[in-house]
């Protein structure tokens, strides 16, 4: 099983900001309501399954020029068994990818500040030729957490 809390609300925001000076880029603030967001879970496996892991994926689109990335912390609180380890800061897009591997048979806790503590973090991707396409009105996307065996 697998949930995300928040103390508050699980919605996530991100707002750019002008550019200081003429002729530099449009900068992702990091607001303070893009924090508190909790991943417990529980996981019992069979000798079969060796481990889980958890991944992320996006439902939606993410603008055009820019990434979504997400990490995790190591577990934290009142949690107990093989808790899984995060892979780092992941670039986040439509198809699944590690966010948390080597889970076995644990539970985390519940609540916040037990499991893993998420950080998003939206920048402008430097690689992309998107930036003229950037636009000025609210998108929405969901991001999608599903613990499952490793593959």
Known sequence: MLGLIADGSQEVNF????????????????????RDIWINYSSIVSGEVPARKIVAMVQGEIPAGVQ????????????????????????????PNDVIVDIGSCYTGKGINNGHYLTYQLDFNPASEKYAQLIREKMSFNVIYTLTDRN
């Open 15 to 34: 707002m750019a900001s002008s550019p200081e000076e003429a002729g530099n880029s449009v900068t992702f603030a990091d607001n303070q309501n893009n």
């Open 68 to 95: 979504l990335k997400v990490k995790a912390s190591e577990a934290t609180g009142n949690g107990n068994g093989k808790l899984g380890h995060p892979v780092g800061t992941v670039r986040l897009s439509n198809e």
